[in-house]
C-alpha cells in the first residue's frame, strides 16, 4: 500500500436544518473540502450515510450528492455498516488511494434526522428478525446493556454522568457543536427524564443534522494541497456476533478490542502512544465500554475515567475533545467525518481554547448497531 | 497496486425462494465461495445488496451474513450505487486486495425481492424529489427512454426483440438460470403485455431472489486457491447528471462511455480486444445504449446487433452468454457477481453448452438507476 494524508478538511455547524435538503447539506461539505484542498476535481467520492433510504427516499445518493457538487463523471459509491457508515465511507476512501488506483478522493458524511421520525429506520442497524420483532430499538438495547453493566458491577446508573458533563464543557468551545451554547451541570444530567430507564436524556446524543468531508491524497503528493497535512496510520473495521444474545460477555465490545489491535498493528503503535481518543459516544454506557475494550480501563471501570476526569482535555485520555457525539452531535452517517475533521483540528494545533497540549497521535472509533461492527483509524501528523 | 485475481465462485440457482431468508441465501453464497478457494477464513466480506432496508428492515447486512456465514470478526462492509450495488461491492473488493491491506476477501450479492413488492424501493434509485414525486418509476423511465429512442431514430419498439430472444435462448442451458426451462419465441416476445408502453414483459428483468460470491486474491498468491484464477484487469466506476432531464443527450450513457474508456485505459486494452460482454440489460433499452456508448455500435443502431443476431454466442459481440439479466435474472445487487461467476466460466472453459470458442476478455458492466452511476469490469485468463 502507499500512504494516505488528509489535505483538506470542512464541517457544517450541527443543527436541525430545516432550511436545507440533504443533497444541498452533503454538496456543501463537498465543495467547502474541494475549496480548502485548492482543488476543483478529484478522483472519486465515498459517502457515508445511514437513512437516506427512509427519512429521504433515496438510494442512489452517493451518485446524487457528486452531481448537486458539481462533480457529474467521477466515482461516486455509498459505503454502509448501519450507525458507523461514515467511518465505513473513510476506510473504502483509505483503501482507494492506498491501492494507487485513486488519486484523489472527497470522503463526505452526510445525515438529515429532522425530516422525520428516526426511530424505526434507526432500529435497523439491530437484527430485524430477532431483535427488533421483540420490541429493541437502539435506545432499549443499550439500556438493556447499561442495566446489565450496573448489575454486574454494582454501581448506579448516575456514576456516568461524567461522560455528558465532559462532552458538553468540551462543546462550549466548538461554535460548529449543536450545544455550543449550552450549559450542562451534573444536576442537569441526573436530573434529566428517562428515556428508557437506565437511559436518561443526557446519556444519549441528540437528533441533528450535519455533513463533514475530508479530501484524501498520497502522502507523498500531499504537501500540494496542504501545508499540514495529516497521515492516516491506520485504518480498521471488525465485526462481532451479530445478536447481542449471541454473545458470551455482552459488555466486551469484542469488534472494538479487534478493530483496535489491528490499527495498532498496521500503525506500529500501542495503546500509550494514543493522545485521544474521539470515540463513539452515542450512549454514555457504549463510551464506557469502548475505553474498557480497546484497554484504556479494566472491565467494570470505564466509568472512573469519566467521574474522575480523567477523559477531560488535561486527563489521561481526552475524549470527546470537541463535544462529542453528545454535545457536538450525532448526524449518524457524519459523525466519523466529524470526528476526523477535530482530529485533524487537535493534530495541527488549531483546535483553538479545546487545544491539548500534545497530541502527536489521535484514534477514532465508531460502533454500528448494537457492536456488531466496529471501525478504527488512528492518524498522526 | 497490486494485480488482483478470483480464486473462486459459487452462484445459488435463481428461484421466487420462498423457503429461505436474505441472511440464509447470502451466507450460503459466502460459504460455498470460500469452499470453492479451499479457505475456512477470509480477511473481509464486501456485500452488494440495495434492497433490504425496505424489504427486509435491515439496514446493518454485511455484519450480518457475516455472522451468519460463521465469519464473524472480520471487516465486513456493505456497498452500494442503487442498481449497480453488485458491482460496487466488487469494485470496493478489488481495491482493499489492490491496496495490499486486505488479503483474501469475499465479495457477494444477495437480494430476495419476492418478499414483498419492489417497484417503489427501486424507485428509490432516481431523484425522490424531482423524478419519483412526478410519478417516476424505473419502469416509467426506461419506457420514456425507449420511446424516446424510437421516436428519435424512427423505428418499432419491435426491433428489440432480439434482446429477449437471445437471452432465453442462452437461459436454456443455465440450469441456475431462473428461466431455464422456458423457450421464447419471437412471437411470445411481441405479444407479450405491455408493463409501461412501449415496454412489454419481455423488455424487463425478472424480479426474483438470489445471491452468487467470488473470493479475491492477490495474482501472485492465486494458485494457492485456484488451477484456474482469473484476473480482473480493470475495475472503474462512473457518474453522469442525476437527472435524465439533466442530461443534455439522453440516449447516450455517459457514464458508461466513460467507465468503459477509463476500464480499457486501465486494463491496457481496446474495444477490439473484447470477447463478450456481460452487460446490463434489466431493460432491452439500457442493453441497447451500453452496446453504443461503449463503442460496439454506432448511436441509433445498437438494437441492429440484437435484430441481426450479433449478440448471439456465435456473434461479433456475444452478451448474456449465460441468459443476461433478462432470463437468467436480476435480483439486483446480486447480479454483477453472478455476472463476474459467467464469465469466469467462459473464460475457463467450463460454460458448457454455452462456451464461446475464444473466450481470452470478457467484460461486465452495470448501470445504477436510469445511467446515473455506471461500473465496468474487464477479467482475463
Redesign the interface.
Known amino acids: 500500500?502507499r500512504p494516505v494524508s488528509i489535505v483538506a478538511t470542512y464541517q457544517l455547524p450541527i443543527r436541525k436544518r430545516h432550511d436545507a435538503?440533504l443533497r444541498v447539506l452533503g454538496a456543501e461539505a463537498v465543495r467547502g473540502a474541494l475549496a480548502a484542498a485548492g482543488l476543483e476535481q478529484v478522483d472519486?467520492l465515498y459517502l457515508g450515510n445511514?437513512l437516506s433510504?427512509?427519512l429521504?427516499?433515496?438510494?442512489?445518493l452517493?451518485?446524487?450528492i457528486?452531481?448537486?457538487a458539481g462533480?457529474?463523471?467521477?466515482?461516486?459509491?455509498?459505503?454502509?455498516?448501519?450507525t458507523a457508515s461514515g467511518a465505513?465511507a473513510l476506510?473504502?476512501g483509505?483503501?482507494?488511494v492506498?491501492?494507487?488506483?485513486?488519486n484523489t478522493a472527497v470522503v463526505v458524511g452526510v445525515e438529515k434526522m429532522s425530516d422525520q421520525s428516526p426511530v424505526l429506520?434507526l432500529a435497523?442497524?439491530?437484527?430485524?428478525?430477532y431483535e427488533?420483532l421483540e420490541g429493541a430499538t437502539m435506545l432499549s438495547q443499550n439500556a438493556q446493556i447499561m442495566q446489565l453493566y450496573c448489575d454486574q458491577y454494582g454501581i448506579s446508573p448516575d456514576r456516568f454522568a461524567g461522560f455528558a458533563l465532559n462532552a458538553h464543557r468540551n462543546a462550549r468551545h466548538n461554535p460548529i457543536a449543536l450545544f455550543h451554547d449550552k450549559v450542562v451541570t451534573e444536576e442537569t444530567v441526573l436530573n434529566s427524564r428517562f428515556i428508557v430507564p437506565p437511559l436518561r436524556l443526557y446519556d444519549c446524543a441528540p437528533i441533528c443534522d450535519g455533513a463533514a468531508a475530508v479530501v484524501l491524497a498520497p502522502t507523498d503528493e500531499a504537501r500540494r494541497y496542504s501545508d499540514l497535512p495529516i497521515r492516516i496510520l491506520a485504518?480498521?473495521?471488525?465485526?462481532?456476533?451479530?445478536?447481542l444474545a449471541?454473545r458470551p460477555e455482552p459488555l466486551h465490545l469484542?469488534?472494538a478490542e479487534?478493530s483496535a489491535r489491528r490499527a495498532f498493528q498496521?500503525a506500529g503503535l500501542t495503546l500509550e502512544d494514543v493522545d485521544f481518543f474521539e470515540l463513539h459516544d452515542a450512549f454514555s454506557i457504549m463510551a464506557c465500554l469502548q475505553l474498557e475494550a480497546v484497554g484504556f480501563a479494566e472491565p467494570g471501570t470505564g466509568w472512573r475515567l469519566a467521574a474522575e476526569d480523567e477523559i477531560g482535555l488535561q486527563g489521561r485520555i481526552p475524549i470527546a475533545t470537541l463535544g462529542g457525539l453528545k454535545a457536538r452531535g450525532h448526524p449518524i452517517g457524519a459523525t466519523a467525518l466529524y470526528q476526523a475533521c477535530e482530529i485533524v483540528r487537535q493534530l495541527t494545533g488549531t483546535a483553538g481554547e479545546n487545544q491539548l497540549p500534545a497530541a502527536h497521535i489521535g484514534m477514532q472509533q465508531s460502533v454500528?448497531?448494537g457492536g456488531?461492527?466496529i471501525i478504527t483509524h488512528i492518524f498522526g501528523a
Chains 1, 2 share one sequence.
Not at 492506498?98 to 485513486?102: C, E, M, T
Open positions: 500500500m435538503s472519486a445511514m433510504d427512509e429521504q427516499s433515496q438510494k442512489h452517493a451518485a446524487l457528486a452531481d448537486e462533480l457529474a463523471g467521477i466515482e461516486a459509491l455509498l459505503v454502509r455498516a448501519a465505513a476506510r473504502v483509505h483503501l482507494a492506498a491501492s494507487g488506483l485513486v429506520a435497523k442497524a439491530l437484527d430485524a428478525r427488533v485504518s480498521t473495521a471488525a465485526t462481532d456476533r451479530f445478536r449471541d469484542r469488534a479487534r498496521q454500528g448497531g456488531s461492527t
